[in-house]
């Protein structure tokens, strides 16, 4: 069966230090992997996605961005971190044929 | 562009039914799905529609009109443990894009 993992479960960064992010998919080839973050009472907003290796599509300008080094993983990376990147981030993936999406349990950075 | 509405609050007593209303405007459309959010946890897949009509699964039923771009969610026999948020999501010629979802209070 499929499972994704994602880490760390809680983060506390201060303003301007780098973040990284990772996301893994097991027991599925060439997945459509994805990044949401849900800022307080805010709805799921879509960062990036890709669908393939190497493959990044940007929804949102900011100081983030995303890499896919292999087929099953998803990094999400900061530079310097801002006050207003405080959220849940949520990695997900889907086979891309019209089936929902499935997540990962989840990222609450806190940015102090 | 892309446009999800639903309510932001709702709440309704345990045993009784209830209805979550998302209407929706989309370039294209691929799907309408419905994702249950505990607070604190991830989304979690509850129905998806791609035709019109409704899809029962249990104590959940989910209706799509996809000429009104009107779905709703029906929850039977509320529980506890249904008090969550329930998003709605429809996905076009993009990835899904989410309302803000629907925070369901369910009291005794």
Redesign the interface.
């Known amino acids: 069966s499929q499972t994704i993992h994602q880490w760390p479960a809680t983060l506390v960064q201060p303003v301007g230090s780098p973040l990284s992010l990772e996301c893994t998919v097991e027991g599925t080839s060439n997945p459509?992997l994805?990044w949401?973050r849900q800022a307080a009472g805010?709805?799921?907003q879509?960062l990036f996605?890709s669908v393939g290796i190497g493959q990044i599509s940007s929804?949102v300008p900011q100081n983030l961005s995303a890499s896919r080094p292999q087929d099953r993983q998803f990094i999400l990376s900061s530079k310097k971190l801002l006050l207003s990147d405080s959220g849940f981030y949520?990695c997900a993936w889907s086979t891309g044929t019209?089936?929902?999406?499935?997540?990962?349990?989840?990222t609450?950075l806190t940015v102090v | 562009g892309q446009n999800i509405d639903q309510p932001t609050e709702m709440t309704a007593t345990e045993g009784a039914i209830v209805q979550i209303n998302c209407t929706y405007q989309t370039s294209g459309f691929?799907?309408l799905?419905w994702?249950q959010q505990h607070a604190?946890?991830?989304?979690?897949?509850l129905s998806?529609n791609?035709l019109d009509g409704l899809e029962e699964k249990g104590r959940f039923s989910s209706f799509l009109s996809r000429s009104k771009g009107y779905s709703y969610l029906l929850l039977k026999e509320l529980q506890m443990k249904d008090s969550a948020s329930y998003?709605c999501?429809v996905?076009g010629n993009?990835?899904?894009?989410?309302?803000?979802?629907t925070r369901l209070s369910v009291i005794a």
Do not use: C, H, I
């Open positions: 459509n994805y949401y805010r709805g799921l879509l996605y929804e949520l019209g089936d929902g999406y499935t997540f990962g349990s989840g609450r | 691929n799907g799905f994702y604190g946890e991830a989304p979690t897949f998806y791609v998003l999501a996905k993009t990835p899904l894009v989410f309302g803000k979802g």
